[in-house]
């Protein structure tokens, strides 16, 4: 078993930064594919970022790619998702998520499941 809990959502205007978090509770965490999907008013879940447990594979949707940056700290128990150049289409609730993902891409494959923190980028 394994508990998300996210931090470090607000509000910055375009092309500003903000770094959101992702604490970890639970056994095995470096064992864990570590995903950050973001979810906007009226629109699907949709992966934004992935690193596998050691941290040597890193995976961006198209539209962060070259803006955002994910990390993890094993001994900490973190994730951490950079972003930079925001905006307003970055707006959305970003979620952590934690499991053994054969798809990447695909929110089914996560069996954990941080509650989100709220981004918004202003114009």
């Known amino acids: 078993q394994m508990q998300l809990v996210e931090s470090g959502g607000g509000l910055v205007q375009a092309g500003g930064s903000l770094n959101i978090s992702c604490a970890a509770s639970?056994?095995?965490?470096?064992?864990?594919?570590i995903a950050w999907f973001r979810q906007a008013p009226g629109k699907e879940r949709e992966f934004v970022a992935a690193v596998s447990g050691i941290g040597r594979s890193i995976y961006y949707a198209d539209s962060v790619k070259g803006r955002f940056t994910i990390s993890r700290d094993n001994a900490k128990k973190m994730v951490y998702l950079q972003m930079n150049s925001l905006k307003p289409e970055d707006t959305a609730v970003y979620y952590c998520a934690a499991g053994f993902a054969s798809d990447l891409r695909r929110p089914q494959d996560y069996a954990f499941w941080g509650q989100g923190t709220q981004v918004t980028v202003s114009s």
């Open positions: 639970g056994r095995a965490f470096s064992t864990y594919v």
